[in-house]
Each structure stands twice: as structure tokens, then as C-alpha cells.
DNA sequence: GTCCTGATCCTCT
DNA sequence: GAGGATCAGGACG
């Protein structure tokens, strides 16, 4: 059990393995939920309990990869367990980590974390002093984290970033509903996040 | 080359 | 609740 504040040390173990994202995008965005996404930085480690996803389809309009591979969405084309990470608005970032085998090109989007380590980091990064101000938002965790464009493509199975292993997800009320911020696929309903969790960044 | 749109967030009112 | 900031990729010519 990780408490908020509490020192993040990982050891291999701990880390979701490659075959975990190599399923199908919807169950690895439903069981990414509770899982914790670490960052360990020169200034030091920020990490968070996922508490909302959404899942990017090949054959969804929505994704940056329905119209097949171009230089920007390429990783999503690539092995499993990496992490895409891609410019929006001009002025934030987005972290999605890359699922599916090689050659097929889906993702799942991080949409909010609960802050659990380095939090006076992330409020200082973010300029922002409330907790759930913090993550709750796709670019929001980017910037809290650290998390920059270098590393896009990076292996998430090892490295400073990296996905541990958080409690037993079984039993937690997820909620499965529609996307945010998107206009093609709107109606699908790809998006999860847990049930009641004052981290998640819209209900 | 030019134009337009977007998987967002913040600052107002 | 509305609007602005700000820029890369993709569509088109």
C-alpha cells in the first residue's frame, strides 16, 4: 500500500511487463486504473495513482493513427510499452502509452493521476498548490511529472519511466463513458476512470 | 507554401 | 461560461 508523500522506490518486479500492453487497447486502459506512472527525474521522483484513461483505436476516427503511419504518430505503430507523447493546442503535451503488437497502431491515453510522491515537485512545476489541481488533466500530469518530448518513444518497462504495479484494481467501480475533447468518435465510449476519485479531471 | 484544426489549460467575468 | 494563448501536423494546391 503506497501512502500519499511516501518515498517511490521500485524494484523490477514491480513494473508491469511489456505483455501487459500487449492486449487489447480497451482492457489495458480499464487495468492501467490503479496502477501507478513514475517518473524519476534529475530533480527527483514524482509518481502517480492512474485514475483515468482512454483508448485509441486503429480504426477510430478520433486516433492520430486511423489514417495510417506518418512521422508523428509512428511509435504508436511500434512494440508495446512505450510511451507517445505529442504536442497539442501549442502549448501542452500528452502522454499515451502504446499498446497492441508491433505494426498496429493504438494507444491509451493518461488522463489523470492521483499525486502520491514528490508533490511539493509537482506544485512547484505547476505553479499550483492544491492537490487535485495538480493531474487532473492530460496536460496537467504531463507538466507535474516532468515528462517532456524527449521522451517520446521511450520504453516504459524500464528506464526513469516507468508503470509499477499499485494495489489489487479488483473490486474498484470504474466508470466506462465518452471521450473528452474530441469531435470525431465523440460517442464512443472509450473513457474509464474510477468511480468517485476527486482526481479524475472532469465527471 | 498556405491554411486550418486540434486527445488543453488558464484567466477572467 | 467564454475566449485567448500558441504551434505542429496534415490537407490541399
Given at each position: 500500500m503506497v501512502k500519499r508523500g511516501q518515498l517511490f522506490s521500485l524494484s523490477a518486479k514491480d513494473i508491469l511487463p511489456r505483455s501487459f500492453y500487449a492486449r487489447d487497447t480497451q482492457v489495458v486502459a480499464r487495468e492501467l486504473l490503479g496502477h501507478y506512472l513514475v517518473h524519476y527525474s534529475?530533480?527527483?521522483?514524482?509518481?502517480?495513482k492512474i485514475v483515468e484513461t482512454e483508448a485509441y483505436l486503429q480504426n477510430?476516427?478520433?486516433?492520430?493513427?486511423?489514417?495510417?503511419?506518418?512521422?508523428?504518430?509512428?511509435v504508436?505503430?511500434?512494440p508495446p510499452g512505450h510511451a507517445y507523447i505529442y504536442f497539442i493546442y501549442g502549448m501542452y503535451y500528452c502522454f499515451n502509452v502504446v499498446t497492441r503488437e508491433e505494426g498496429i497502431g493504438e494507444a491509451v491515453l493518461i488522463?489523470?493521476?492521483?499525486?502520491?510522491?514528490?508533490?511539493?515537485?509537482?506544485?512547484?512545476r505547476r505553479s499550483r498548490q492544491?492537490?487535485?489541481?495538480?493531474?487532473?488533466?492530460?496536460?496537467?500530469?504531463?507538466?507535474?511529472l516532468g515528462i517532456t518530448r524527449e521522451q517520446n518513444g521511450q520504453d516504459i518497462t524500464s528506464g526513469p519511466l516507468v508503470i509499477s504495479r499499485g494495489e489489487k484494481n479488483d473490486?474498484?467501480?470504474?466508470?466506462?463513458?465518452?471521450?473528452?475533447?474530441?469531435?470525431?468518435?465523440?460517442?464512443?465510449?472509450?473513457?474509464f476512470y474510477l468511480a468517485g476519485s476527486p482526481f479524475v479531471s472532469k465527471k
Amino acid at each position: 500500500m503506497v501512502k500519499r508523500g511516501q518515498l517511490f522506490s521500485l524494484s523490477a518486479k514491480d513494473i508491469l511487463p511489456r505483455s501487459f500492453y500487449a492486449r487489447d487497447t480497451q482492457v489495458v486502459a480499464r487495468e492501467l486504473l490503479g496502477h501507478y506512472l513514475v517518473h524519476y527525474s534529475p530533480e527527483g521522483v514524482a509518481a502517480g495513482k492512474i485514475v483515468e484513461t482512454e483508448a485509441y483505436l486503429q480504426n477510430d476516427p478520433a486516433c492520430h493513427a486511423a489514417r495510417g503511419m506518418t512521422r508523428r504518430n509512428r511509435v504508436m505503430f511500434g512494440p508495446p510499452g512505450h510511451a507517445y507523447i505529442y504536442f497539442i493546442y501549442g502549448m501542452y503535451y500528452c502522454f499515451n502509452v502504446v499498446t497492441r503488437e508491433e505494426g498496429i497502431g493504438e494507444a491509451v491515453l493518461i488522463r489523470a493521476l492521483e499525486p502520491v510522491a514528490g508533490i511539493p515537485l509537482m506544485q512547484a512545476r505547476r505553479s499550483r498548490q492544491k492537490i487535485t489541481e495538480l493531474c487532473s488533466g492530460p496536460g496537467r500530469l504531463v507538466q507535474a511529472l516532468g515528462i517532456t518530448r524527449e521522451q517520446n518513444g521511450q520504453d516504459i518497462t524500464s528506464g526513469p519511466l516507468v508503470i509499477s504495479r499499485g494495489e489489487k484494481n479488483d473490486g474498484l467501480p470504474v466508470v466506462k463513458t465518452t471521450r473528452i475533447g474530441i469531435k470525431n468518435g465523440a460517442e464512443l465510449p472509450l473513457r474509464f476512470y474510477l468511480a468517485g476519485s476527486p482526481f479524475v479531471s472532469k465527471k
